[in-house]
């Protein structure tokens, strides 16, 4: 698996606020929170654990707004401070919007609710930590598979009632910590009052503790034991009235206990009950999870992939459906009892693509194993790549700008020069790449239940490996350009070729040299150094040892035991891949290497995808009238041109 990874555009996660009531009419409620522990957790669009590097979080502004549920419309307040601070993300603010949804996030907040904060933003840059390897973020140790969020944008904080980091504690306070301080006295006259409370089942805050002078208190053990009796018993409440949420609002505010709540349940369900029970194969006797699970376990999908994404009772329930076969997965799925396949195979699949449940879970399903596939194949490619989007099929310009804006100096009259500014184009244009694959009446009446992921797993594959053979047959290629010369020509000033362009320290001294000379086209310096050295898999340890090592020793001879300083240690970030060598690609090597800058600030090559979105969809489709079965296609729209040859230097590594 490579280093990094397709992620989503956008990702939240989520942690536990503490909220604190204000003290006077015209204080404002405050909110703080351990945002995020460092730890990993599962997000929506990753397929593994995943770690934010806060090290790489980006807060544009310490004011960010505060939503319920993550809708802009439904207003909360603001931050006034977010700081990474040993590990974690600490965020404070005030409940400031004179809105329903802020005065119901104070009141229930301060009332024992247990708030979860979700933090979201856009993903710049994830990478992928393949199984075996360990890495280090946030100071903590994690061992992949997982991905790792190396830069992110953090744009708004939302109170939801569920989130993602289990690690970080809260709890409700009425008072602000000065506020404590000043009323220390008054919380020593008030020790008879909170025994009482005690005895109703009301934990005292760990402030009053402190305050009441009982000796040596574990302020943080009472404050976490405080608040997993609030969660476990909102967690209680929440399951036993799901589908009841009148008499779910009543219990929480009146604070029944499980067993009140239980026999509330049950009189309401006795109430609602037919005289005549109705006959039917409930349809969701499992959840729609429960069969993915099944049908992923079916395809060989590992035990410890399948407990990163799912919940325990998940795979507790898919394990009673172990061993079932492709038909009756669909009856169970379908939750109808469906014709026999082999006497009615056209009823059977009428009956079981009409119901809702089995053609989302199949598609589920696909979207998982097609993007499990479409992780697994190599993809450097997107490291030393600009990735843009595009909104649709038509030819698109590219234009960097050549600008002349050296400062000129002011003349006695005071008159300033104007800047000239000059443009290059570029093109790009996106084209549709997909296939069909479908669930046969071969596979049904052959109960290949594993078929359902295998085949979309291959499709992924097929989606990824399109992209990667379209970026290294265009960089390999060495297309010709508008000027009539190649992409990589010694007129063009990036193409050196010769023994002493081995990749060895002289010849990354030469390179370096090389790629500084770059000029613009107006004959000035580009002012872009190199960033990336990009080597075949055969130059990968040399490469990375060059990178790495203070000193290194490149002769055979008898005077080994003196190696030379190394000065490029740590200049440049080693992008290895097996396609450079590749001899099916025409230009392939395995002993040329390349420098490029960042491809953010000058891509030699660019892929865009349509609309952004850089991962195949998958979509069901009505079956022809030559197919017995129900097809599905996966498709990608993307395109991949060259850009700026001077972001790209070629180093032939021999004669």
């Known amino acids: 698996m490579p280093n990094s990874v397709k992620s989503p555009e956008f990702v939240e996660f989520s942690a536990v606020p503490t909220i604190e009531a204000a003290a006077g009419e015209k204080e404002l409620p405050r909110f703080s929170m351990v945002a995020y522990s460092g730890g990993a957790m599962r997000l929506a669009g990753f397929p593994h654990a995943v770690v934010v590097d806060l090290g790489g979080l980006d807060v544009p502004d310490q004011s960010v707004p505060i939503r319920l549920d993550h809708k802009p419309s439904q207003g909360v ?5 977010i700081e990474a601070r040993g590990g974690k993300l600490v965020a404070e603010g005030l409940i400031s919007r004179d809105t329903s949804w802020a005065r119901d996030v104070a009141r229930s907040g301060s009332n024992g609710f247990p708030w979860r904060a979700s933090i979201g933003g856009p993903v710049i840059k994830a990478e992928f930590v393949s199984a075996g390897r360990n890495i280090e973020v946030n100071g903590q140790s994690f061992e992949g598979p997982l991905h790792v969020v190396r830069r992110m944008t953090l744009k708004e904080i939302s109170f939801v009632d569920n989130g993602a980091d289990s690690d970080a504690r809260a709890v409700v306070s009425a008072q602000s910590p000065e506020e404590e301080k000043q009323n220390m006295p008054k919380a020593n006259e008030d020790k008879k009052e909170a025994s009482a409370d005690k005895k109703s089942n009301v ?68 109430e609602s009950r037919p005289s005549a ?27 410890a992939t399948l407990e990163a994404s799912y919940s325990e009772q998940t795979l507790e329930a898919a394990d009673k459906l172990r061993g079932v076969d492709l038909q009756e997965f669909c009856e169970l799925a379908s939750g109808e009892r469906l014709p ?98 479908a669930l046969t009446r071969q596979m049904i009446i052959n109960d290949d239940l594993g078929a359902l992921t295998e085949i979309p797993r291959r499709i992924g594959m097929g989606a990824a490996e399109a992209i990667a053979d379209a970026v290294w047959g265009l960089f390999l290629s060495n297309p010709v350009q508008s000027d009539g010369l190649k992409f990589f020509h010694a007129d063009h000033n990036n193409y050196l070729a010769g023994a002493d362009t081995a990749l060895t320290i002289d010849g990354l001294t030469m390179a370096e040299v090389a790629f500084a000379e770059q000029t613009k086209p107006n004959g000035r310096p580009l002012g872009v150094p190199a960033r990336l050295l990009l080597v075949p898999t055969a130059l990968k340890v040399p490469a990375e040892q060059l990178m790495t090592a203070l000193q290194v020793n490149e002769t055979t001879t008898a005077n080994k035991a003196k190696p030379a300083n190394n000065p490029h240690a740590g200049k440049f970030e080693v992008v290895s891949s097996a396609y450079p060598s590749n001899t099916t690609f025409p230009g392939a090597s395995n ?6 800058a960042d491809p953010n600030r000058l891509p030699a090559i660019e892929v865009a995808f349509l609309g952004g979105v850089d991962r195949p969809t998958v979509e069901r489709a009505d079956a022809d009238f030559n197919t017995l079965g129900v097809q599905y296609r996966g498709y990608i729209d993307f395109g991949v041109r060259e850009q700026d040859y001077r972001g790209a230097l070629k180093m032939k590594g021999e004669s």
């Open 591 to 596: 002993k040329a290497w390349h420098l490029l």
């Open 77 to 81: 307040g603001h931050t006034t401070r």
């Open 203 to 270: 934990t005292d805050t760990p402030e009053k503790l402190e305050a009441s002078g009982a000796g040596q208190v574990d302020v943080e053990a009472i404050r976490a034991e405080g608040e997993e009796r609030a969660r476990k018993r909102f967690l209680v409440i929440d399951q036993l009235c799901s589908e009841h949420p009148d008499i779910r609002a009543q219990a929480l505010e009146e604070k029944w206990d499980e067993d009140r709540c239980a026999r509330e349940v049950r009189a309401a369900i006795q």
């Open 340 to 437: 026999r396949y082999r006497r009615d195979a056209t009823g059977w699949l009428r009956a079981a693509f009409s119901t809702t449940s089995l053609p989302n879970i199949l598609a589920n399903v696909a979207n998982k194993s097609l993007l499990e596939g479409y992780n697994y194949v190599e993809d450097a490619w997107r490291r030393i790549c600009k990735i843009a989007s595009v909104n649709d099929f038509k030819e698109h310009s590219r234009y960097r700008m050549t600008d002349n804006f050296v400062f000129q100096k002011v003349g006695p009259d005071g008159e300033l020069k104007h800047g000239k500014v000059g443009e290059q184009q570029f093109g790009q244009k996106v084209d549709t790449h997909g296939i069909m694959f």
């Open 277 to 303: 029970p109705a006959v039917h194969v409930p349809a969701d006797t499992f959840g729609p999870q429960v069969f993915e699970v099944v049908a992923l376990s079916a395809s060989g999908v590992t035990t």
